[in-house]
């Protein structure tokens, strides 16, 4: 069975510049989440997505966007780049307990540099 | 939000040695996982323990939800076990995860 995959694993980017980051999680799972982490510190959450449907949206300005496309894969979005957002971006393909909690597994991630 | 601390944030080892990693957590949650981050960045799920005890080789965890705190134990560390630790929690139907800090580990041969 095929874990989370994320493309590129690196980038390079210049301020100003968009960028596409993407997702695909394991199979049977219809629900994707991004966080952020930046050099030194924990994983921030930026988005879920279940069911193509936006659920939850962290504390991120709106140059961050995301979608899910009806296979379950995913895409996030940053546009005019700023050197801040340099940091390796994370999806977590999520199971849902009957619970209610949500247990993560995440991908490789995707480094991006912005200069 | 909640808020999560870990300690300590670095911890040096002797091969062979055992160690506890702490988290505590500000509310109560129904969700609290660790998860081991290699130095290539990748997170990897060690437990999802919102309480109780578990144990998965040399790792075991032990979460006492009453009074919000979990504890990560590390027997007979290996170099292999180097990288940063996470306590990772969420409040009951929270669709995200808090993470705390870390704690860097460090295990010399």
């Known amino acids: 069975d095929a874990g989370v995959t994320q493309s590129p694993t690196h980038l390079i980017k210049t301020r100003g510049q968009q960028v596409t980051l993407r997702c695909s999680p394991i199979?049977?799972?219809?629900?994707v989440s991004w966080y952020q982490q930046v050099l030194g510190q924990g994983p921030q959450f930026i988005f879920q997505y279940y069911e193509k449907e936006e659920r939850g949206r962290g504390n991120f300005p709106d140059r961050f966007s995301a979608r899910q496309f009806p296979n379950y894969s995913s895409e996030l979005n940053v546009n005019a780049l700023l050197l801040g957002d340099s940091a390796l971006y994370l999806c977590?393909?999520?199971?849902?307990?009957?619970?209610?909690?949500?247990?993560?597994?995440f991908g490789a991630g995707s480094r991006l540099t912005v200069l | 939000g909640i808020q999560v601390e870990q300690s300590p944030p670095d911890l040096i080892l002797q091969e062979g040695a055992n160690s506890t990693l702490r988290c505590n957590f500000s509310d109560s949650v129904n969700n609290l996982q660790w998860f081991h981050q290699n130095p290539w960045g990748q997170l990897i799920n060690l437990f999802y323990i919102p309480s109780g005890t578990k144990q998965n080789g040399r790792l075991s965890a032990t979460t006492v939800a009453t009074e919000r705190y979990s504890l990560l134990y590390i027997s007979s560390s290996q170099t292999t076990d180097s990288g940063v630790y996470f306590c990772a929690v969420a409040l009951l139907n929270d669709y995200k995860l808090s993470f705390g800090a870390g704690t860097t580990v460090t295990v010399r041969a």
């Open positions: 199979s049977g799972h219809k629900s």
């Open positions: 977590a393909s999520t199971f849902f307990r009957a619970d209610g909690a949500n247990v993560l597994t």
